[in-house]
């Protein structure tokens, strides 16, 4: 029995170190091919420069970077409100034997392919985008749209969850004290489960600055800084994706140089999220 311990906790060990390596191979790949451009062309001028064109030796991806903000703030804005009440209306307004018949439709949410959102945006989303508000239609509304939808289900099964964690107590002493179900909802459940919620809503983000082909297929990819939400757009994924296929040389490294960006930025978000996540767990 021992021994048969022994064998399972190397086993377990293995797969532990296997997720561990294959993550810090990842990164010190994308480092490597990356770094000696923005070495080379410098870190503010890469970051910052307002024209893409490998062709002439130009790499900034400051549209981009902005590109990838806009479409990850208009998702935000989209999907939180939804999401958020969704997870209430799960959490507090509906019986459990309704909950287990919507949660199935939500969890499909996820499943679903990012290639399938992309083609219903542009079958159906771009096209109410030019008829009723003009442009081409490719842009960071129909973009905001796609990811205000995908990012969903994070955002309800998180929030629902952290909901569900608050002790039963403050509700029933909020309610004994005379407040009504809304007045608890809003005063006392949405307070004790906010640091979960913003979890959710980080991730949310994390999932929406990362995804590439819903967007590539919405967005228009015009590496040009927007002057509005009908403007066409390219991200960092976008950016990556589009054009690693035919580079080479520096225009190669400059797209390695944009995932150590967007790697970056991801990092940042999913250690916020993390620290959040820890005080919840530590009742902070």
Known sequence: MPKRKSAIEIILFVAAAISVISVLLITVFIFKEG???????????????KKWAPLSGKFGIFP????????TLGSIIIGVPIGIATAIFLGELV???VSRLIRPFIELLAGIPSVIYGFYGLVVVVPLIRKYLGGSGFSILASSIILGIMILPTIINISEVSIRSVPREYKEGSLAL??????????????AAKSGIIASIILGMGRAI??????????GNSPKIPNSILDQVRTLTGNIAIEM???SGKHAQALFATGIVLFVIIMILNTIANVIARRVGEGK
């Open 35 to 49: 770094f000696m451009i923005i070495k080379e062309y410098g870190l503010w001028n890469f970051i910052l420069g």
């Open 64 to 71: 981009m970077i902005l590109g990838s903000i806009y479409v």
């Open 95 to 97: 019986n459990e034997k």
């Open 178 to 191: 005379g407040a009504t179900h809304w007045q608890t909802i809003k005063g006392v459940i949405l307070p």
């Open 210 to 219: 990362g995804e590439t082909m819903a967007v590539i297929m919405v967005a």
């Open 245 to 247: 296929g035919y580079a």
